[in-house]
């Protein structure tokens, strides 16, 4: 339906440009169908009259109107309302999203959540609560969000609950939404010696039983980290993760038991990999009632990642726990610039959601509520003046098409144009999901439709023979239940779904020990969260296992150790009473023979504990794996010959519908020579298109040059974490560095010829902290060149790890200096 309306303003001022308007009320922009609407703004508007074009989810223009002035303000007025679907209110400067819903009614169903981020938002307390609102409103149940131990505990000997996430917390019982809750991080105080993940445990259970005590109105879930395989974890294996989990666990036992555990926010990575075989070693399963990972990827991708999670947990004898997917979302690369870029994400927002109730998840929490930017990407169901993004409609129309629902089966339509068809049973009868290829035309499902509705939620004719117009990517059709003949039951999704419908493993007792192992880093080659110890053979590791006991009466305890590693310093099974509420530690060494070295393989060190109390189970292990030849290059007095990048096995995709073509797409290779007073890299960029218009500290997302390097060869855990970054580009106003995020005035010529590009890039001495360089000096290297075709930054060739997503020297290549 087109609405056609002029709302007019007072006469004798004139037509003209006018300054960006904001809504006085943002909560007026979100209405039932049919429903007056009464729009106000706020902002000094240069010239008179404001116009307005109003459009609909598709971009069809469905009114133009005038904006009336009402003292300092200005209003819009829709007597008849709007019908149901999301509007685009476009003022010239501003754009206000309108979305048209009915309200959310009856029991919310919880397998819809929202990761707010509230916490960690720039927004008043006031938006919050409004926003919480909001989802309570439209029957999103539960939202997800942050905190930081240290806001709470700076100082061990004080707490303080008055601070900002207090009061963020008691948001949530006020406006009826569950809170799922994570955190990361701890106070310096507790972690002596790791970077992020706490040592004194006695101080931690502490910590999370105090917590739970305080939090315990507010909560219904908790994760036990966020994201541990990468930065927010310090690139450190499971096994530095799972005592401090294990405190929170048992400290909040004590004040919180009926709050659920979920480990750990994985990353989107495969789980058939190294960090989650080690956490399961490490008793990660044992104490938790969920699993919790993230998914930015398409959403047919989702099956094979759930599928992936099934078969580790199946491995692990856990096969019917609990899948909590607590990220998923669709990045805006363009910043919602366009009607059709909104469109995409919404369509993907609703398949993501159809195929995550297809698979079995128990909950789903899509990313994030407010306008959010990382780097070149956008996130948001919300605008920055608080009005609906159209994906916002698109999972609003998912929570009411799809809520309390089952997936039945895949629908045979014998339709090239329709990508998929899931179907999903209710009380009330059966609503198919149909995911097209390409909007247009119309489809004739074989089965009378009641009602048929867009990605947004608006209706959509339904012709007397039951055709439908296929005018979005993703539409919903209303049926009574369909008979199983038209329906495909042998799906993937069927098969997880069954699994997820198996009873869920109980959760074991927590153990009053929790064993920790500190393997000595000095002796360790290389670590990583995804390939754990690389260690040379013949080289004795120290490792030190502490026993804490985080009770008040002392456990008597069988300690049985067993690896395939030569193993000194202690008996393989001896007994040991743990004081209450200490601590025992005892000395292990563990050797790679050079047989094993030349099998290569993962060699695990492994520690169990048994009590007199044999309900309780506690394990911990770390695992080895030879350091083998790590990537060296030497570099001498005199530039070296040209290091090329490789091709597609050393490039990594960022935006999936822009892969890299071929090497005039993007190529590069490097020279590398040293003076006392600098070290010199001359790189050779071959690029089809150079687009490098952003200034510091966004030089890395266009066409640029980044250097990950570390001098000398650092011992401890925090001198390893450090490197020195800089970042090289030809912007429309020169070369141009930064130094980390700030501006950097190393010496750098950059000369665009063609196609090809040149760097000659000095990094002095004195700016890597170095007095000279030296033949024999070694230095960790990692080059990535970017490549940005004028749509976002596509993606990177890299040299060396370590430096394009996750930032870890560890993973860099050696340089030796000749």
């Not at 445990?201 to 739970?212: E, I, N, Q, S, V």
């Not at 399963?285 to 998914?295: C, G, M, P, Q, Y």
């Not at 023979?593 to 394990?619: C, H, I, M, P």
């Not at 797409?665 to 040293?674: I, N, T, V």
Request: with cysteine; net charge neutral; charged share 25%.
């Amino acid at each position: 339906m087109r609405i056609l309306l002029t709302v007019l303003v007072c006469c004798g001022m004139a037509a003209g440009v006018y300054a960006e308007l904001l809504p006085v009320d943002s909560s007026s922009f979100f209405a039932a169908p049919g429903q007056p609407l009464r729009l106000k703004f706020k902002g000094a508007a240069k010239h008179s009259p404001v116009s307005a074009v109003l459009t609909d989810f598709t971009g069809e223009r469905a009114g133009e109107y005038v904006l009336v002035p009402s003292g300092k303000e200005y209003v819009l007025e829709l007597k008849q309302g709007l019908p149901a679907g999301f509007y685009r209110l476009e003022t010239g400067e501003g754009e206000f999203g309108l979305l048209i819903q009915e309200p959310s009614g009856g029991e919310p169903d919880r397998f819809f959540g929202i990761d707010g981020f509230l916490s960690w938002s720039k927004a008043s307390i006031h938006d919050c609560y409004a926003a919480l609102k909001l989802l309570k409103r439209y029957g999103i149940a539960s939202a997800r969000d942050r905190f930081e131990w240290n806001a709470i505990q700076r100082d061990r000997r004080v707490y303080s609950f008055r601070n900002p996430y207090d009061e963020m917390r008691r948001l949530y019982p006020r406006t009826g939404v569950e809170l799922l809750d994570v955190h990361h991080g701890s106070p310096e105080w507790a972690r002596p010696n790791l970077p992020r993940f706490p040592e004194e445990l006695h101080a931690a259970a502490a910590f999370w039983a105090t917590l739970g005590a305080n939090w315990r109105p507010y909560w219904k879930a908790v994760e036990i980290w966020n994201e541990p395989e990468g930065g927010f974890g310090a690139n450190l294996p499971a096994d530095q993760l799972m005592p401090g989990a294990k405190a929170m666990r048992y400290g909040l036992l004590h004040s919180a038991p009926e709050v659920k555990l979920g480990a750990a926010g994985f990353t989107s990575v495969d789980p058939a990999g190294e960090y989650h075989r080690t956490a399961v070693r490490n008793g990660m399963l044992d104490n938790a009632d969920f699993v919790s990972f993230h998914s930015y990827g398409e959403p047919r991708e989702l099956v094979k990642l759930v599928e992936s999670y099934r078969n580790w947990l199946e491995a692990a004898g856990k096969t019917g726990m609990p899948l909590w997917l607590t990220e998923i979302s669709r990045v805006a690369w363009d910043n919602y610039r366009t009607p059709e870029e909104a469109a995409r994400i919404a369509a993907e927002i609703a398949m993501q959601a159809a195929v995550g109730r297809s698979v079995g998840l128990e909950r789903i929490y899509f990313f994030a509520l407010f306008d959010l930017k990382e780097g070149n990407k956008t996130f948001g169901f919300l605008a920055p003046n608080r009005t609906a993004r159209a994906p916002f409609a698109a999972l609003v129309q998912s929570v009411r098409r799809l809520s309390h629902r089952r997936y039945r089966g895949e629908l045979r339509t014998g339709d090239s144009r329709i990508a998929s068809a899931r179907v999903f049973g209710g009380k009330d009868g059966d609503v198919t999901v149909l995911e097209v290829k390409q909007p247009g035309g119309v489809f004739s499902p074989g089965f009378a439709v009641r009602k048929a509705e867009g990605t947004d939620g608006r209706a959509l004719p339904v012709a007397a023979g039951g055709s439908v117009e296929l005018a979005d990517r993703v539409v919903y059709l209303e049926s009574a239940p369909l008979p199983e003949t038209l329906l495909n039951v042998d799906t993937a999704e069927m098969q997880l779904l069954k699994l997820a419908e198996l009873p869920a493993p109980e959760r074991s007792p927590a153990s009053p020990v929790v064993l920790f192992p500190h393997p000595d880093f000095a002796a360790i080659g290389r670590y990583s969260s995804m390939r754990n110890y690389a260690i040379a053979a013949e080289t004795p590791v120290p490792v030190a296992l502490d026993l804490y006991n985080l009770s008040g009466v002392p456990q008597p305890v069988t300690l049985t150790v067993s690896t395939p590693l030569k193993l000194t310093g202690q008996e393989t099974e001896r007994k040991i009473t743990v004081p209450a509420l200490g601590k025992v530690r005892l000395p292990f060494k563990v050797e790679l023979s050079r047989e094993q070295e030349r099998a290569g393989g993962v060699y695990d060190l492994d520690f169990e504990l048994k009590f007199e109390n044999e309900a309780f189970r506690e394990r911990a292990s770390l695992s080895f794996r030879p350091l083998g030849a790590v990537r060296s290059l030497a570099a001498g007095r005199k530039t070296s010959r040209l290091i090329p990048f490789g091709g597609l096995e050393n490039w990594t995709i960022r935006i999936k519908d822009q892969p890299w073509n071929n090497r005039a797409d993007l190529d590069a290779g490097f020279r590398l020579s040293y003076a006392p007073e600098a070290l010199k890299l001359e790189l050779e960029v071959e690029d089809d298109r150079h687009h490098a218009d952003f200034a510091a500290p966004d030089l890395w997302k266009g066409d640029s040059v980044q250097i990950g390097i570390q001098p000398g060869m650092p011992k401890t855990l925090a001198e390893r974490a450090k490197f020195f970054e800089f970042t090289v580009a030809l912007t429309p106003k020169g070369a141009a560095a930064t130094r980390g995020s700030r501006p950097s005035k190393i010496p750098a010529e950059v000369i665009r010829s063609g196609t090809r590009t040149l760097y000659r890039i000095t990094l002095p001495a004195a700016e890597l902290g170095v007095k000279e360089f030296r033949a024999g000096d070694r230095l960790r290297l990692s080059l990535v060149v970017n490549d940005n075709d004028g749509a976002g930054r596509k993606g990177f060739l890299h040299w060396g790890d370590g430096l394009g997503v996750n930032k870890n020297p560890e993973e860099f290549n050696q340089i030796v200096l000749q």
